[in-house]
């Protein structure tokens, strides 16, 4: 098996059939020829069932994450919300207390339409995770690292609490994309992406993955739930997440290295109380990732001496990293999480969420250190 970079060079590079071409055609067609009697000459029906983009792409994405079936949606999620809206009525999920705000959202606000129930625990704590779980608990969503604090769970040790108790782990690792963290390989049954990340690469599209460890029952009824609930990743998104993902590890390699040398930095200023990085080794749960990850990632958070007001301060004065939501994108961004968040927010009132880019690290060294030093 070639080794990850070597996926992602090449992915959907095989020449075309028709043409030799390199590169894969995009397929904006909605409907394809079929016989008299619905049968399917090419295998394709129908836009929304699936489409030969998507499919090139979810066969790349299903490689880089060892997985045994990949599935593409529209945003990210829209894949976590077909994993749940997949689940039996009744089931409980045990979610991970720093897991991206909207999906805490969606099942407070969600959950009780579709008969689910929910709990959050520490997932950076397996005995906790344990202690949460009911009878009728189906799914644990772990989220390693954690937006925004960046808490680092134990794949290997959670898809142990999850099995033993016939439950599913579901790692989302949109911090941590496959060339840094496999977590198929460590046990999880289900890895999320949100693509408009780091697969994508260029913060120009949307998507969302599903990539499974088995092609089973739950991979055919998520796939029928797209295919019903209409939640098709168009041919052109699909067509640029496979893009962004040839050059995935090349990126990440920058990423990673500039956001190591700007959590150093940040971890020795005199104004900065605390940051939240996995590959500093005070991070609580350092050895975890070091153990589980490749590299430690380009997302860190840190919190300012004098809370909001000052966090605040430091968002506005920076001039490099743009105030601005999402990441994984080239351009660094900044972005005080608990405004963004609103009232409901657990996030500490201080902290600022840094996206760092594929700039030159000293440049944004010297911008962070204006910011903080004004
Ligand atoms: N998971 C994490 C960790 C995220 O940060 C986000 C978005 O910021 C999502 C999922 C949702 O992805 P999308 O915005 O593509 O729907």
Avoid at 18 to 33: D, H, I, K, M, N
Avoid at 82 to 104: E, I, K, M, N
Avoid at 172 to 201: C, E, M, R, W
């Amino acid at each position: 098996m070639p080794r990850i970079e070597t996926l992602a060079a090449r992915a959907g590079s095989r020449p075309d059939p028709t043409s030799g071409a390199l590169s894969v055609p995009l397929q904006l067609a909605t409907t394809f020829e079929h016989t008299p009697d619905g049968q399917l000459p090419q295998g394709w029906l129908y836009q929304r069932y699936d489409n030969p983009t998507q499919h090139e792409t979810e066969q790349a994405l299903a490689a880089l994450d060892g997985a045994a079936r990949a599935l593409l949606f529209p945003t990210g999620m829209a894949a976590g919300a077909t994993a749940l809206q997949a689940l039996p009525a009744g089931s409980h999920v045990v979610l991970c207390d720093d897991s991206y705000f909207s999906f805490r959202a969606l099942a407070a606000q969600q959950f009780p339409r579709w008969g689910l129930t929910w709990s959050l625990a520490d997932f950076s704590d397996p005995d906790a995770v344990r202690a949460a779980l009911r009878p009728e608990t189906r799914l644990l969503w772990a989220e390693t690292p954690s937006n925004p604090l960046l808490k680092v769970c134990d794949i290997a040790a959670l898809a142990d609490v999850a099995h033993a108790a016939g439950a599913q782990l579901l790692v989302d690792g949109t911090f941590a994309p496959p060339v840094l963290q496999q977590p198929l390989a460590l046990g999880a049954d289900i890895v999320l992406h949100s693509a408009t990340k780091y697969l994508g690469g260029h913060g120009d599209v949307m998507g969302g993955v599903l990539a499974f460890r088995e092609d089973g029952a739950h991979a055919a009824d998520c796939h029928g739930l797209r295919l019903l609930a209409g939640a098709t990743a168009s041919p052109f998104a699909a067509w640029m997440i496979l893009r962004g993902v040839r050059t995935l590890p090349a990126r990440m390699a920058w990423h990673c290295a500039n956001a190591k040398q700007l959590a150093l930095a940040l971890h020795a200023h005199p104004r900065v109380a605390r940051v939240h990085y996995p590959g500093l080794p005070d991070h609580p749960q350092h050895a975890v990732a070091a153990a589980q990850m490749r590299d430690f990632g380009g997302m860190l958070s840190f919190e300012v001496d004098g809370g909001e007001t000052a966090a605040l301060a430091v968002a506005g004065r920076l001039r490099l990293f743009t105030n601005a939501t999402s990441l994984g994108s080239t351009e660094s961004l900044v972005e005080h999480r608990a405004s963004i968040e609103g009232p409901a927010s657990t996030t500490p009132r201080g902290l600022l969420r840094l996206s760092v880019g594929l700039e030159h690290a000293q440049d944004l060294l010297d911008d962070l250190a204006q910011a903080l030093d004004a």
